[in-house]
């Protein structure tokens, strides 16, 4: 999926398709100017214990870059536990590259994770999404903890 992704807007990425998209990114603004985004990958599901207790919320990161734009590592400034961890491994894989000749190595990224309720007893995939510059989104539909139709309730 290469192509330019212009701020504002969204891309999404249903379980079933490519689940690693390649974006160049026209702008980056925000308090983090001096890297783009080179590609990124999308994520698969929503962390198992935090559907199960209904968590949901967004995470704040900040991801430390090596030069050759690689993330070298990623600490959780703020959101739920049960979410960081699984954003902080996704931001990992991220590549960045350089917007202009800057000393920064750092940049921040905003997971948010929403629960629907379940329609049926099943459950529909997660929908990974991603707004320039920096947010991401993983939207899922709450389990059904006694695996009967959720819609009967």
């Given amino acids: 999926m290469p192509g330019k992704v212009a701020q504002g807007m969204r891309v ?20 983090t100017d001096d890297w783009q985004v080179q590609s990124l990958v999308g994520l698969r599901e929503y962390p198992v214990l935090a559907a199960a207790a209904g968590i949901q919320g967004t995470i704040h990161l900040n991801c430390h ?17 049960l979410l960081s961890e699984q954003a902080k491994q996704n931001a990992e894989q991220w590549r960045f590259k350089r917007a202009h000749t800057s000393s920064s ?16 007893h099943k459950a529909s995939q997660p929908v990974f999404s991603f707004q320039a510059p920096n947010e991401v989104y993983l939207r899922a539909e709450s389990p059904c903890i006694d695996h009967g139709p959720c819609s009967s309730r």
């Fill in 105 to 120: 190595y750092t940049v921040n990224l905003v997971y948010h994770y929403e629960l629907k309720p379940a329609t049926n």
């Fill in 65 to 81: 870059l090596l030069d050759s734009g690689s993330v070298s590592s990623c600490s959780s400034v703020s959101g739920p536990a």
């Fill in 12 to 31: 999404e990425l249903a379980r079933s398709t490519l689940l690693t998209a390649l974006l160049l990114l026209t702008s980056w603004s925000g308090q």
